[in-house]
C-alpha cells in the first residue's frame, strides 16, 4: 500500500495573504491591507527576518487602492521589485499603483517589464487593455501636450461622459 503525501497545512502569514487577495476580489481594499499587513506581521513573529516581496507588494497595492497611505504603498511595491526582479505580479502591482499616482510612463515601463518576464501575464494584458485606449488629439497639427490640446481632449472627454450617461439613463 502506497503512502500518500499529505499537504501541510498553510501556514497562518499564507492564510492572512489568500483572505487578502480575497478581499482585493471584493474590492474592499481596506480589509485587504490589514490581511496583508497580518500577514507581514505573523512572518515576523516566526522569526522570518524579511517578509516575503509578494506580500509587501500586495499590502503596497492595498494601501494605494484604499487611499489610505499612498506614498507607502508606492514605496512598498517599489521595495518589492527591487529585491524580487523576478516576478511578474510585483511589476504588476507597480503599474497598477503607479496609474494610480497619475505616473503613466512610469506604469507602463513596469507592465512591460512584468512583460519581458512572463508576455502571456493575463493581469498585465488585461492592465494595458483598459488604459491603452487614448483617443487621437483633437487638433492633430499641434503636440498632444499643448495646452489647446489638453484642454480641448478635456472637455471632449466630458462630452463623452455626458452622452453616455443620457444613453444609458434612456435604456
Known sequence: MAETATAAPPSPSDESFRKGLASLERRTYREAAGFFQEAVDQERQEGIKNPRMKYLSYLGLALTLSNARVEEGVKLCEQAVRREFFDPDLFCNLGVVYLRTRQKRLAF??????????????RIQE???????????????????HPVNVL????????????HRETSEES
Not at 109 to 122: M, T, V, Y
Open 127 to 145: 492592465e494595458l487593455e483598459r488604459y491603452d485606449r487614448r483617443s487621437y488629439p483633437v487638433f492633430t497639427f499641434l503636440p498632444r501636450t
Open 109 to 122: 515601463e513596469a507592465f512591460q517589464k512584468g512583460l519581458n518576464i512572463k508576455p502571456s501575464h493575463r
Open 152 to 163: 480641448a481632449g478635456r472637455v471632449r472627454y466630458r462630452i463623452r461622459v455626458l452622452l
